[in-house]
């Protein structure tokens, strides 16, 4: 199977920046995209970026011009780079590989990790 390890959460004062980072393992052959979801407190999971391994970003309007998503295909491995952090941007966020193909695999499954908190203060 696959795992994803996520690091890089903490608690910053708003206007601060963090860089999440998460690696995929396991056997595989190919990831489709990686991309970052956040879930606050009584709220639903949300997409905050995404990106494709041809380098395709997608970004939820909240974050737009202030956090950047990057990948690194040969380690299988995304980044979150979170500048001008707001309060609102609390949340536990959460790795995710989409569309991965494992060796000897008949079909693309998708993969969590297990959460990192981001907790930004006023």
């Known amino acids: 199977q696959v795992q994803l390890v996520e690091s890089g959460g903490g608690l910053v004062q708003a206007g601060g920046s963090l860089r999440l980072s998460c690696a995929a393992s396991?056997?595989?052959?190919?990831?489709?995209?990686m991309g970052w979801y956040r879930q606050a407190s009584g709220n639903q999971r949300e997409l905050v970026a995404a990106?494709?391994?041809?380098?395709?970003?997608n970004y939820a309007d909240s974050v737009k011009g202030r956090f950047t998503i990057s990948i690194d295909n040969a380690k299988n491995t995304v980044f979150l780079q979170m500048n001008s952090l707001k309060p609102e941007d609390t949340a536990v966020y959460y790795c995710?590989?989409?569309?991965?193909?494992?060796?000897?695999?008949?079909?693309?499954?998708?993969?969590w990790g297990q959460g990192t908190q981001v907790t930004v203060s006023s």
């Open positions: 396991g056997s595989i052959f190919s990831i489709n995209a």
């Open positions: 995710n590989a989409q569309s991965v193909w494992l060796l000897g695999g008949t079909h693309p499954d998708d993969f």
């Open positions: 990106i494709t391994s041809g380098g395709s970003t």
